[in-house]
């Protein structure tokens, strides 16, 4: 007689114990734990939406007719009629033309110049002459704009240094600030000298997390200095140019108010005069809220949809983008 020996019929599974997500804890807990940290996080925030956030609701009188001392809400509405007045007001598109100008020139040359710095401080190996060159170039961060016009301004007056050595070498005296052509060079000029400095320390930073065993397996190679910049400098902090040249571009449209508005004058206009300063004048000086904030909300369009376009471009292309 033959016994089987078949297995019992299984069971019911038993449920098993419930496992959470690790390293996942209620967010409850994670504030009770960390309070201290997100306390430092209230004066940020609180600024972003007390000076950011809270004024676009301004917005809303670019479509009513505001009236100075008015409800914010109050007035006529009247749509776009102050659109359509800047799209066909000739100013506007004189100062449009001259923002984009100046923000190309800003970009084209102050924005390579500190990854060329930051390059050529890599190379050198004299730790003194390094720190004398860094600590040389960031001082004109640290002065204000108001400061630095009133050195432009110094340098470049008639009896002004620039002046006297034009005359030792015989030539005539130029009113440098009066003459509307040279506006543009000496306002980028001096956004070279007072940033270009400051905006190595990021490059500098982001050079100390490449690899040195790149470097190694680039000598192996046969690959000189400007290969090994080429090929892994570069490509090592291409994230960092990315993220800051869309910032950039945010900030595009609203290029130089303060240092513009300090160094114009109306011999200038037609080549100096920008949104920002066009705004100052429209809105402050002449009380036309509605027709000013109208401008402003076109500008501010404009650097949203820019930012969206660099930062798509940026990631299809080189695969690094800022969000």
């Keep these: 007689m033959t016994l089987s020996t078949a297995a019992p019929p299984a069971g019911p599974a038993e449920k098993a114990p419930a496992r959470g997500r690790p390293g996942r804890r209620p967010i409850r807990r994670a504030f009770l734990r960390d309070w201290q940290l997100y306390t430092l996080a209230i004066v940020p925030l609180a600024f972003f939406v007390i ?33 359509e007045m800047f799209l066909a007001d000739p100013t506007f598109w004189r100062v449009f033309t001259n923002t984009v100008i100046i923000g190309l020139l800003s970009t084209v040359v102050c924005f390579p110049l500190p990854i060329v710095l930051a390059l050529m401080l890599n190379e050198v190996r004299n730790h003194a002459f390094k720190r004398f060159v860094q600590s040389v170039s960031y001082l004109p961060h640290f002065l204000s704009t108001v400061v630095v016009a009133a050195i432009v301004m110094q340098l470049l007056t008639v009896d002004g240094p620039v002046n006297q050595l034009l005359s030792f070498t015989g030539g005539p005296p130029v009113a440098f600030l009066q003459e509307a052509d040279l506006f543009r ?3 980028v000029s001096s956004e070279v000298w007072q940033t270009v400095g400051w ?12 690899d040195e065993q790149l470097y190694e397996s680039a000598k192996i190679d046969g ?20 993220t800051l040249l869309v910032l950039n571009i945010g900030t595009f449209m609203a290029v130089g108010f303060e240092k513009i ?3 114009y004058n109306p011999a200038t206009y037609p080549t100096a005069d920008v ?49």
Excluded: C, D, K
Excluded at 201 to 210: D, F, K, M, P, R
Excluded at 282 to 302: D, M, P, R
């Design 275 to 323: 949104i920002s300063t066009y705004l100052y004048r429209l809105g402050v000086v002449s009380g036309n809220f509605s027709y000013a904030t109208a401008i402003g909300l076109f500008e501010a369009v404009i650097g949203l949809v820019m930012v969206f376009g660099a930062n798509l471009l940026s990631r299809r292309t080189v695969g690094a983008s800022l969000w």
């Design 199 to 210: 905006g190595t320390i990021i490059y500098l930073a982001a050079l100390t997390t490449i």
């Design 51 to 83: 000076f950011r956030y809270a004024p676009m609701i301004g917005n809303i009188i670019a479509f009513r007719r505001f009236q100075p001392g008015g409800s914010m809400f109050g007035g006529t509405w009247v749509g776009l009629r102050y659109f």
């Design 223 to 242: 690959a000189g200095r400007l290969r090994q910049i080429w090929h892994v400098t570069l490509p090592g902090i291409r994230p960092t140019i990315i």
């Design 185 to 187: 060079t000496i306002y």
């Design 261 to 263: 508005l300090l160094l």
